[in-house]
């Protein structure tokens, strides 16, 4: 049971009012555009400010108490508050918070990082995933001496506009589906930056290699998410990955994972649980034990772009906030009570909650599938066969957005935070808070069923 459970604080409360959240919201449009600084923390019709945090529970200002299965986006692995990190983050504030000077906490983390992670021999730290996978591109030209980047249509990687190209296309945007275009997502991109990354179709064997090949001469580097594309829906097929291993390897390209969310999933990474080891590997998220993190890591001689043994490294990174002394020694203390036994009672944990959700769409009568692996799951309502960015875009527009935004509301009315109908645990949690989760599911898609 979550700590704030047995400390006797009482059941979710789902019905405080929202006068506070309301208010604070036209105070912040007064000093940011529509009062917002995070696009993924747009809530109609305004956000509930949060108050405090306590294990699995998130409280907001108005009172309403939520179980927290968004986890700051998956960033949170111990839930909130959780003492040894706080202790750490404490003993580090009153010591020294920053310096120009490394600390040793940038060396146990990268240690720790190192000796876990089957790719990674040599690890620099970023302030963010997005930043990661910046510095992933820039690290992929430099020891390729090529320029192009290819990604998967449909796949995340934070905010660098490279990267984002094709994220989010339209239909009309798609172009050949063996060949896809590549679209810009923030308006303004520069057709020259879309040029620079080839678009893939995943799990589409035949045509991505037939891609890779063709492109074999420019392209540096091909960077996935190994677990999923578009917030844990379509996962990516062992045999595709191979076959991406395979190529890469053949060709001279640089296979990068995308492991920023997905090295959640267990004591390895994804790349553990797939026995499939990439060249380069960007982190994030949950290596920072809720502070802001990101870092890239790989083998020694892809790594080798930043050594300065010989010279002038090839790519001169730095950055005023990176591998400051607060989030290595958050990240070391979060990341150190996740022992391969821990690992195995979170998951069990979050595979309850699979089966659960499982049951409950059987029993509802519920077309559609269970996905998931490790902490993350989601239950997705519809039976078109997800293998693809397309197929998803298509089941989006013909009624899934709008059945998960009911979802979403519906499970907020039964105290639920869910990362859009999307579950991400945190250790914080045990059977009971299944139960609860469980129990509010139910009702919530009861209640769907019959609007
Ligand atoms: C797979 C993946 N890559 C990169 C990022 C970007 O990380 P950050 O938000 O820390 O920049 C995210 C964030 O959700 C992500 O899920």
New binding site residues.
Partial sequence: MSESVTGGAGPAVTNAGVARSAALYQRARQVMPSGYTRQMAVTQPHPAYVASGQGCWVTDVDGNRRIDWVNN?ASLLHGHNKKEVVDAIHNQAATVMLSVMPSEWEIKLAELLCERIPSVERVRFMN????A?LMATKAVRAYTGKPRIAKMEGG????YDLLEASFQPRPDQWGDASAPRSVAYSVGTPQSLLDEVLVLPLNDIEASRALLRRHAHELAGVIL?PLRLQLGVVAPRHDYLAMLREETARLGIVLVF?E??CLRVGYHGTQGLHGITPDLTTM??IIGGGLPI?ALGGRREFMSVFEIDAGDPKIKHSGTFTANAMTMAAGFASMALMTPEAFDRFNAVNLRLRDGLERIRVDLGIAGVVHGAGSLSSLLMTDMPLNNYRVLAMAMGSGLAAKIETYNKLLLHEGIYSMRGGFIGSTAMADDDIDFTLAGVKRALTRMQSL
């Fill in positions: 986006f963010s995933g997005t930043e996978n995340y990687h934070g905010q998410d995308d920023v969310l994030g998220k990101g």
